[in-house]
Structure formats: structure tokens, C-alpha cells
């Protein structure tokens, strides 16, 4: 567990980069696009989230196949081939999805297909690294794009200072273009060396085959997590469509640390997975962790009256999305690694296109109700806790009990009591008292336990950084 708290604190780091790079992009981009440009900025983000489903499994293949193994211990000359294979099977897709933009007239199609083969080769390496464990060089990529953007960021707001959404979606494609070159000139380059094995073969598809349920199960789980933004954009207006992708660009940012915990766990999943025990800690964790994270709503709060009032409409939909974030962490960092780990690809596709069937069904009662932003996002946060509910029996040590289910029960009184009642500088501090004693009520040991091993963690990683620079 101690080597699982230290790779959290590794792409924690890198992660947390990327979290104040989205903070200043989130608060700066919508202030100087307006909402419409800054609507047409999100659709091409929510169309661009989806490029991940043309590599047909490929690259979730290669997650299942060398997930767990030493990175020392992968054939380089079997990786060559499969490198080479994504690099092809991309680049024809490429070409596809352009032609397909230029025929249809649709122009925001077309930077989503010159999206297609840096956003999944980018992805190929990514899925390497954490299925290896190598989360050192996960975190040095994962580095670039957030330092990239910033910059871009910066140069087009007060440099250009052209307020158009077809800036940033430029910028947005030309990084990607930049990190697939650095990976393919460095990490790349060492691979291209090694003889290679036939790039066309039977291995491949078999490797696409092992795959195509996660990626199916993950498209209908990229699926899930959007539906909101779809019913969103399709059926209310383009301010509303705004102010819904500003909540969701919100929720995105404290997201990105309940990731770091999420892919740090699968290496350990696959060598542990049968372990009652440490599944049960690790839940307990994250739901403290996730019941925490609320809090961080009240800076959203602060700030969007401070600067960003035209955005005020958001903060209802951030509010009831926040409430998620419990069941959203465990969802993530257990249950979606828990399928790959036991290689159940087929219950893992069945489970989430259930819970996609189940959201929408629920979204689309939402919008009969009341057409707005607020039962939308309600909806959502509902289908969150179905799936936390649903796929605790899948594994042991995760089952649901009484304990959890008045954790939670408390934890949503105090969330929206706090949130909805109060203003920010009141509710923040009743808030943390509020979910402080909750914790140490219902997980006493669970809570000191965490607090442990997360300082130890840091003590650790501050000691190693402080030997480096004397050496």
C-alpha cells in the first residue's frame, strides 16, 4: 500500500499542475470568449472526447495485456510492431473523419479528425505507463499539454486578443501535434530501434478483440459521464449549453485528483484483486476523500461572484453535480479498474451500458419534468449514486452496508444545506466542521488511517527531492 500512496503522489504532482493550469483556462477562457464562442469552444470539446472510440480497442487491448508487468519485462519487439500499427490504423482514420468533415460542411468536424492520431497515440502511451506502473514517466507527459495550454492561453487573450473560439480549438490541436512529436522523438525513438515483429498479424486484432468490450464499455462510460451535455445541448439553449459545460469544466478540475488515486490502483488491482480487505479500506478512502472534495465548491463560489457573474447560473448546476463526487471517486478508481483487473470485459460492457440506459431514461423524465439545467444535472447525480449502489455487489469487500449509506446520507444533508442556505465564507468552514465530524463518527480509523498514509507519502517524496538536489 505504502508504494500505491507514493505512485498517488507521483501523478498527483503532475496532476496538480494540470489543476491550476484548469483553474486559470477555466475562469479565463469563458470571461474573454462571452457564451457564445465560449458554447462553440465546448462543442468541439464534447466532439473531440469521442475520438477515442476509432482505435476500436486497440489501445485498451494493450492496457489489459501488460497490465501488471514490469515495464523491463515488455517485448520491445512486439511493442515496435504495435506502435507502428496504431500509427497506420490512425492515420487512415484520419484522413476518414477529414473528408467526412469536409463533405458534411460541418468545419468543426474537421479538427476533430486531425485530433484522431496524436489524441490516441498520446493515449497509447499514457495506458502503457500506468498498466506498467511507470506512473514517474506517466507524470512527465502528463506534464506538457497543462504547461502548453497555459501558455497558448495566455498569448491568445493578451497577445491576439481575438475573441474567437477558433483560436483556442487551433491551439488545442496544435499541442496535441507537439506531444505526439516529443513521445514519438524520445520514449518513440527507443522503441524504433528494436527489430520489430509483423506489424499486420494475427496478434493485433487479437489484442484489438480483448479490448473492443472495454473500449464499447468505455465509450458507453464516456457516454454516461456526458449525457447531461448532450440532452444539455440538444434540447435547451446555447446560453444554457454555456453555463452547464462552465459547471462541468468546474466539476472536470477536482476530478483530475480523484484520477490520480483512479489509475495509481489498477497494477495493484490486478497483482491484489482478491483481497477483501484492502478493496473495503480503499472504498472507505475514497469516499472521505470524495466527501471532501465538496468543499471545494465554495471556492468556485467565491470566484464566479467575484469575476465571473454572467456565469452565475452555473453555481445551481455545480452545486447538485458536487454532490456526486463520493460516489464518482469510488465508481472510478475501484469498480472501472475492479472489470479490467478480473478481465470481465463483457459484465463490465453489460454494467455500464445499463447504467447509460438508466441515465438516460432519467434525464429524459428530468426534461419532461422541467426543461432546465438544474433537473439535468440532478438526474445525473441520481444515476452516479445507482451505479455506486449497483456495482457494489460485482466485488468483495465492496458490498454496500448501513455504515456507508448514512455516511452518505449525512453527507448530502450537510453538502446541500451548506451549499444552498449559506454564502460561501459561512458555509465553507460549517461545511469541513460538518463533514469532519461525520468522518470521525463513521470512520474514525478509516479517516487517521488516510491521513497517515497520505503525510507519510509527502514526508517521503519531500525527503527523496531533498537528496536529489544534494547529490
Do not use: C
Amino acid at each position: 500500500m505504502s508504494s500505491v500512496v507514493s505512485d498517488i503522489s507521483k501523478v498527483f504532482g503532475s496532476n496538480f499542475l494540470v489543476l491550476v493550469v484548469g483553474i486559470v483556462n477555466g475562469f479565463l477562457v469563458p470571461r474573454f470568449l462571452g457564451i457564445e464562442e465560449y458554447a462553440l469552444f465546448k462543442t468541439f470539446g464534447l466532439y473531440a472526447g469521442y475520438v477515442g472510440i476509432l482505435h476500436f480497442g486497440f489501445i485498451d487491448g494493450i492496457y489489459i495485456k501488460y497490465g501488471g508487468m514490469n515495464r523491463e519485462y515488455v517485448p520491445k519487439s512486439q511493442l515496435k510492431a504495435e506502435l507502428l500499427f496504431l500509427l497506420v490504423f490512425q492515420s487512415f482514420m484520419l484522413i476518414v473523419g477529414a473528408i467526412i468533415g469536409l463533405a458534411s460542411g460541418n468545419m468543426i468536424l474537421v479538427p476533430v479528425a486531425l485530433s484522431i492520431l496524436p489524441a490516441n497515440v498520446i493515449t497509447f502511451f499514457k495506458f502503457l505507463y500506468q498498466a506498467t506502473g511507470s506512473f514517474g514517466q506517466y507524470a512527465k507527459i502528463n506534464s506538457f499539454a497543462p504547461i502548453l495550454n497555459l501558455t497558448a492561453t495566455l498569448t491568445i487573450v493578451f497577445l491576439i486578443s481575438v475573441r474567437s473560439a477558433s483560436l483556442f480549438i487551433t491551439s488545442v490541436v496544435i499541442i496535441n501535434y507537439l506531444i505526439f512529436s516529443l513521445l514519438l522523438l524520445g520514449r518513440g525513438r527507443s522503441i524504433f530501434n528494436e527489430e520489430s515483429n509483423r506489424v499486420i498479424s494475427k496478434s493485433m486484432f487479437d489484442t484489438m478483440k480483448v479490448g473492443i468490450f472495454i473500449m464499447i464499455g468505455n465509450l458507453s462510460s464516456m457516454f454516461f459521464y456526458s449525457m447531461d451535455r448532450w440532452f444539455v445541448k440538444i434540447l435547451l439553449k446555447t446560453e444554457d449549453f454555456a453555463f452547464y459545460s462552465f459547471a462541468t469544466s468546474m466539476m472536470g478540475m477536482v476530478m483530475i485528483l480523484v484520477s490520480s488515486v483512479a489509475m495509481t490502483f489498477y497494477p495493484m488491482l490486478v497483482r491484489r484483486q482478491e483481497e477483501e480487505g484492502l478493496l473495503r479500506s480503499l472504498k472507505s478512502y475514497l469516499m472521505i476523500l470524495g466527501a471532501f472534495a465538496g468543499a471545494a465548491y465554495f471556492g468556485f463560489d467565491f470566484i464566479v461572484n467575484l469575476i465571473l457573474r454572467d456565469y452565475l447560473p452555473s453555481l445551481e448546476v455545480i452545486a447538485i453535480l458536487f454532490a456526486g463526487f463520493p460516489a464518482i471517486a469510488v465508481i472510478n478508481a475501484i469498480y472501472v479498474n475492479m472489470y479490467k483487473a478480473q478481465k470481465v470485459e463483457k459484465k463490465y460492457f453489460f454494467t455500464v451500458f445499463g447504467m447509460v440506459a438508466f441515465s438516460f431514461g432519467l434525464n429524459a423524465l428530468a426534461v419532461i419534468i422541467n426543461k432546465s439545467n438544474w433537473t439535468i444535472a440532478a438526474a445525473t447525480t441520481i444515476a452516479f449514486y445507482f451505479w455506486f449502489f449497483f456495482s457494489s455487489k460485482d466485488f468483495k469487500g465492496t458490498k454496500t452496508n448501513l455504515r456507508e449509506i448514512a455516511y452518505l446520507s449525512a453527507f448530502l444533508i450537510v453538502f446541500f444545506s451548506t451549499t444552498r442556505l449559506l454564502p460561501w465564507w459561512l458555509g465553507l468552514p460549517l461545511y469541513l466542521a460538518g463533514m469532519l465530524g461525520i468522518s470521525l463518527l463513521f470512520y474514525k480509523k478509516e479517516f487517521f488511517e488516510l491521513i497517515r498514509r497520505v503525510s507519510g507519502a509527502l514526508v517521503k517524496r519531500v525527503s527523496t527531492s531533498k537528496g536529489e538536489q544534494n547529490e
